[in-house]
């Protein structure tokens, strides 16, 4: 944002082709921002992901505050249920995590209403309740350390971990 | 903790005696602070030696320790020593009132103290310099080995005395040290006083441990810990050191806090993605449900007559404070302001439920009346959050996170206080990083 508004200053000096590059350069980000890792406030990103078997992602992620899933985050769980449903002898704990911009206690609620979402969603395909655990982190066991939007994004995340 | 310890003869030497005319008015901030000469207290030279304790120093040392809690208060200025005029025998006797009002004191604390067959005899005096009269005067014995709680107890009688409030400073803070990288924090039950000294860890470290509470007689503790990866609420008893979890709920409880009356756990149960606020009775066991709403309900605080709880609840859309009846019927939302609320912890006085404030990705700790009208913000900062009260209501102690790099770099969580006029905030000396406070009653009542 800065180097365009500092681009738009310079064209304010008569070049005109500095303020097209500059809008364009400008345009590039904001896309960037919504295709890339974040839609909206939903970490969509591939890093930290970890799989259960290939093809079949071990987290989801959540917007700020939010229990809700998203398309994507159903379809994932689609394909831990059906892993799970493939693997009758594999039980799970999902892990349910929020970001570190809350107070402790109310996180605490909301990772375990996270890890819930999930669980639910795989009981609804099929995986019997007595195979999923859920066990809420709260803010405490961030996987990205940073103070930062794209960090907290993918910190507010459950996780499918095998539990045998 | 000990009670052995705790066998603090008191007799008072004389009653006070005439009104003063030197007073600290605390409603305010601390833009006046009261001059005060700490005079070092008197070593009886008859004292025997007491096992590793520097007997010939502890005068010097407890007086030291008083100033130290008066600067802190931000009430006082303690003035330094190299200027005063009398020695402290002759001064406990009888101060030269106009040499020590010569160095713009205004009141003077003199001492004595003797150990004489393994215990220590203390005696103080608080002197109106302008009055030229003595205020106040107390003696008391003890064992030596708690030399620093004297220095407390001295001066929670002077602060008593001179802002007509209850002290503070003969108390204890519980809190969580944390060491390690961010993602694996490492975070152990830490016990110390309310000047940061006598730090002792009551767990280990092997499991996570969060929000300790003390007890009305600071006895016991209650927690929450993910020993074998099962995150209950526990009951700790500091002086045995026993253990139990508190109830025998299927799923996470957490966020516990006594009743003011120490019979009773309050704690929220988490299942099925609602959490909702339980009590449980320590003497009978018998588990009562306070809250059955569909939202998460937590962080429940008591009223000090127990007839009312504040908490936190998002049954709105959002996290916001609301106060009931302690038997959960009368839910009142009282948080209507910009942004959202949590943690609201009621005062020792009743008057104020103090908050954590979220608003526009800043955080605030702030006070308000109980019914949310008068919403005062004390301080702003990144992320702060966790207030617990001093047992006199005048002071907040909470805990600060830094803002991290990209990789976790430069994240710190410490301790802070701030008086409830929003001056005087000021970082608490812990040996490690820390959060969690919760600030214990005086320990000699």
Not at chain 2, 7 to 18: A, W
Not at chain 2, 155 to 162: C, G, P, V
Request: charged fraction near 25%; hydrophobic fraction near 35%.
């Amino acid at each position: 944002m800065n180097l365009g508004e500092k681009m738009t200053l310079k064209s304010n000096l008569k070049n005109i082709l500095l303020v097209i590059f500059a809008t364009l350069i400008l345009s590039a980000c904001s896309t960037a921002k919504k295709t890339g890792d974040i839609d909206g406030d939903v970490y969509t990103g591939k890093e930290t992901v970890e799989f259960l078997a290939a093809g079949v992602p071990d987290r989801v992620f959540f917007a700020t505050n939010k229990s809700s899933l998203t398309t994507a985050s159903r379809a994932t769980l689609r394909k831990q249920a059906t892993f799970l449903r493939k693997n009758k002898n594999l039980n799970v704990t999902i892990e349910g995590h929020a970001d570190e911009r809350g107070t402790r206690e109310y996180n605490l609620a909301l990772g375990e209403r996270r890890a819930n979402a999930a669980k639910d969603y795989l009981m609804t395909y099929g995986v019997s309740s007595d195979r999923i655990k859920v066990l809420s982190y709260g803010k405490e066991r961030p996987v990205d350390s940073g103070s930062n939007p794209l960090s907290w994004s993918k910190n507010r995340r459950s996780v499918t971990v095998k539990a045998n | 903790m000990k009670k052995i310890l705790f066998t603090l003869l008191f007799y008072f030497i004389f009653l006070i005696k005439s009104f003063a005319l030197i007073e600290v008015d605390i409603t305010r901030g601390n833009l006046d602070p009261l001059p005060i000469a700490v005079s070092p207290l008197h070593v009886d030279v008859k004292s025997d030696n007491f096992k590793d304790l520097k007997v010939k120093e502890l005068g010097e040392n407890i007086s030291e320790i008083i100033e130290k809690n008066f600067k802190n208060t931000g009430l006082f200025n303690p003035l330094k020593k190299e200027a005063f005029v009398q020695k402290p025998d002759i001064a406990h006797l009888k101060p030269r009132f106009e040499d020590w009002r010569l160095i713009k004191a205004q009141a003077l604390v003199t001492g004595k103290l003797l150990i004489k067959n393994e215990k220590l005899k203390v005696e103080f005096r608080l002197w109106d310099l302008t009055a030229a009269q003595e205020m106040t005067a107390l003696a008391f014995t003890t064992t030596p080995s708690n030399w620093r709680r004297v220095a407390h107890i001295i001066s929670d009688k002077i602060y008593e005395r001179l802002t007509g409030e209850e002290g503070y400073f003969d108390t204890r803070i519980i809190y969580v040290a944390e060491s390690g990288p961010k993602s694996q924090r490492i975070k152990k039950l830490a016990i110390m006083d309310q000047d940061g000294s006598n730090t002792k860890y009551l767990t280990l470290g092997n499991e996570l441990v969060l929000t300790p509470r003390f007890n009305p007689t600071n006895q016991m503790v209650t927690y929450m810990s993910y020993f074998r990866n099962m995150p209950r609420v526990y009951l700790l008893d500091i002086e045995t050191g026993t253990q139990e979890v508190v109830g025998n709920f299927p799923g996470m409880t957490f966020a516990p806090r006594f009743s003011p009356d120490g019979t009773k756990i309050i704690m929220s149960f988490a299942k099925d993605g609602n959490s909702d606020i339980y009590t449980m009775d320590l003497e009978s066991r018998v588990v009562e449900r306070i809250t059955e709403h569909s939202s998460i309900d937590t962080s429940p605080s008591f009223s000090p007559d127990g007839k009312f709880i504040a908490f936190n609840s998002d049954r709105s859309g959002l996290q916001q404070i609301y106060v009931m009846r302690s038997d959960g019927s009368n839910v009142k939302r009282v948080t209507f302001g910009k942004g959202i609320y949590g943690t609201p912890v009621w005062s020792p006085r009743g008057d104020l439920i103090a908050f954590t404030k979220m608003h526009k990705g800043r955080f605030y700790i702030g006070v308000m009346r109980t019914d949310g009208t008068g919403e005062r913000l004390l301080t702003e900062n990144y992320y702060q959050e966790a207030p617990s009260w001093s047992p006199n209501g005048r002071v907040l102690v909470f805990y600060r996170e830094t803002k991290a790099g990209d990789k976790g770099e430069g994240f710190t969580a410490k301790l802070w206080s701030i008086d409830i006029t929003g001056y005087n905030e000021r970082k608490l000396s812990t040996k490690t990083d820390a959060s969690d406070p919760s600030w214990s009653s005086l320990l000699s009542k």
